[in-house]
């Protein structure tokens, strides 16, 4: 008896503990999905789409619109009509991704990531951002301008620069702004050449601020270093996420945007 009593109490205890576990496989999962998010740099476009958003709007916001109340609700209607770039929606873009990755893939990829070069790269890239606005900064692309590196060096960003895909990520958020102005502020009379006004401006002019700011966040890099990074970044496996998670960004911008978590 009591044997029949304990036989389905162990049953259900298994199914519980293969339950837990598939649980904890989930989370790990996950947390591997977000680091490999994190240290790829992917969400920083959410930033740069927002950050766009509002210097298009600020540039065309006094011409076009005298009232206080209308300004900003025009303004809020443009980030509205950016929602898809919000940092939620493009993780959950993102995690669908890597769900097609197999685990080891997964690890794979992370491990890149996870490399000491590229965390020195990263620390570098997150102190060259918090300067972009200092004259520090600016004196060194004056610099830059009277007396370009010398060609070995200037190969060796350009080659890392396009392993990084930088170049394209930022095109692909002067796009998504540039459409997005003219949905938002399409009620204006302005409005209609709103976006193209923002691609013209930053056409032409992504790929020399990549490097420029390449040159400067990776001034303390060394030659050997940066080849590394580039082989890195260069990495079949590193490529396809890069490709796959661009791929996965919004296309169309909604016309009729609802609340965003900008």
């Known amino acids: 008896m009591l044997y029949r009593v304990l036989l389905p109490l162990i049953a259900l205890l298994a199914i519980s503990g293969v339950a837990v576990a598939a649980d904890a496989a989930t989370d790990m999962g996950n947390e591997r999905a977000d680091d490999i998010v994190s240290l790829s740099g992917v969400m920083g476009i959410s930033i740069q789409v927002k950050q766009q958003a509002e210097a298009a709007f ?3 916001a006094t011409d076009i619109y ?4 209308e300004n900003s609700a025009q303004k809020r209607r443009l980030l509205m009509s950016l929602s898809d770039w919000s940092q939620p929606a493009l993780a959950e873009r993102f995690q669908q991704v890597l769900n097609t990755y197999s685990d080891d893939e997964q690890r794979a990829l992370l ?5 000491p070069l ?5 620390h570098a890239e997150e102190v060259a951002l918090s300067e972009q606005n200092t004259q520090v900064y600016q004196d060194y692309l004056t610099r830059l301008e009277r007396y370009p590196p010398g060609r070995a060096r200037a190969q060796r960003v350009d080659k890392l620069a396009k392993a990084m895909q930088m170049e394209r990520w ?3 958020a002067n796009e998504a702004v540039s459409k997005g102005s003219t949905v938002a502020l399409s009620g204006s009379v302005n409005g ?3 976006g193209a006004a923002v691609a013209n401006k930053a056409g032409g002019k992504v790929g020399r601020a990549v490097r420029y700011f390449l040159f400067y966040a990776y001034r303390r890099i060394s030659n050997p270093e940066m080849d590394q990074l580039a082989r890195l970044w ?3 496996l590193m490529q396809r996420w890069l490709n796959d998670a661009f791929k996965a960004l919004p296309g169309e911008v909604s016309a009729a945007p609802t609340d965003s978590e900008y």
Do not use: Y
Request: aromatic share 0%.
């Open 66 to 69: 005298k009232e206080s109340a």
């Open 192 to 194: 209609a050449v709103t």
């Open 111 to 115: 491990a890149l990531l996870q490399d």
């Open 58 to 60: 600020s540039e065309v």
């Open 234 to 236: 260069s990495e079949p």
């Open 118 to 122: 590229m965390a020195q790269a990263r």
């Open 170 to 172: 930022i095109t692909k």
